[in-house]
């Protein structure tokens, strides 16, 4: 992992944030995972073969790491819980289960939070906006907006946002960093 991305994990847990570390000879992720997403930014893999816990200080937001993606975390809520729970809202219809099932495809979700609703952060995985972040919150779960344009960016966005430094994100945006920290 880069220095820089190194440091911001560092300012996490000197805020309070539970952060382990993870041996990288430990980490691998399920074929479930390789297989749907094949192209997930090597930010983000190198991130998930450092890290082993990352949860903010009350617990109600925390990164999807290894453990989550190959379903072995003792976190109730599963890595496609958000998906499940769109799907599911869907109620049968299966044109609306078409278009979450290819909204979920495009973006791998790295962070759930549920202080004051039920959220997600995600990587965008499609070719017109891979590699940025993007957040969306229940009940309208496909209308995420940009909040990073790469995942360091989102790391340094968030570790500034636990210190109260300004994060320099659009005000309409600002209170997901502060609900996530």
């Not at 937001?61 to 496609?80: E, I, K, Q």
């Not at 340094?156 to 320099?168: F, H, K, V, Y």
């Amino acid at each position: 992992m880069s220095p820089d991305v190194m440091l911001l994990i560092e300012q996490l847990k000197n805020n309070n944030w539970n952060v382990s570390p993870q041996r990288p000879a430990d980490f691998f992720l399920s074929s479930e995972i390789t297989s749907r997403y094949s192209n997930i930014p090597t930010p983000f893999l190198t991130f998930l073969s450092q890290v082993s816990e990352c949860v903010n200080p009350d617990n109600s937001a925390w990164f999807l790491l290894a453990s989550n993606f190959n379903r072995t975390s003792s976190y109730a809520m599963s890595w496609d819980y958000i998906e499940a729970l769109d799907s599911d809202s869907a109620m049968g219809d299966e044109k609306l289960i078409a278009e979450i099932d290819a909204f979920w495809d495009r973006h791998i979700p790295i962070m759930h939070g549920v202080r004051s609703d039920i959220s997600f952060v995600a990587i965008c995985l499609s070719e017109e906006c891979y590699g940025t972040i993007v957040h969306s919150f229940s009940p309208n779960f496909q209308e995420a907006s940009t909040i990073a344009d790469s995942f360091p960016q989102f790391l340094e966005m968030l570790a500034n946002a636990a210190q109260g430094i300004d994060t320099g994100v659009d005000p309409n945006l600002a209170w997901v960093l502060e609900d996530l920290v």
